[in-house]
């Protein structure tokens, strides 16, 4: 059988998480139109089944790999690696230690046919990710020290509807969570 395999985001969806990794469950409350039309487009699969369109949506967290755009806005491993192999400044916004988890896309190529190939649920969300949180300027430190470049980042200001990544006990709630057996 035939069935929509939608690429949908992660953290996006959640909006500022109360628990990491997230369950699929977690309360979404998106803070970037991105993560607005993401959940949206995930709303319109759930109400489609009702019509036999099967699907299944995985939510990414932060994918990164070879043949990546370093010349973006999105994608800060590819980002960070062009930019130190140019020997340029890389800008860290924010207070520096917002975290992601950050998969490997080989990983996420697999799971994808693993999801169209085998007998998952005809409609289901799941997430997608290692559940280990990095922070941005770890994953910097990291990446500066494995091209042995002394570069030290730029920091700059948060960008607005950036997500902060770290457990908050005061974001938004609608009920409860039960724990998931896939992260994010």
Known sequence: MLKVLFASAGGAVYGEQQVLPSPEDHPQYPVSPYGVSELACERYLVYNVQFGLPYIALRYTNVYGPRQDPHGEVGVVAIFCGNLARGKTSTIN???EQTRDYVYVKDVARANVLALENDVPSAGTYNLGT????????????????SAK???????????????RRPRPDAPSTGTRKPASTRA
Not at 136 to 145: A, C, H, I, S, T
């Open 94 to 96: 924010g207070d520096e």
């Open 131 to 146: 559940g280990v949180e990095t922070s941005v300027n770890r994953l910097y430190e990291l990446l500066l020290e494995i």
């Open 150 to 164: 002394d570069l030290p980042p730029h920091h700059g200001p948060s960008k607005p509807g950036e997500q902060l």
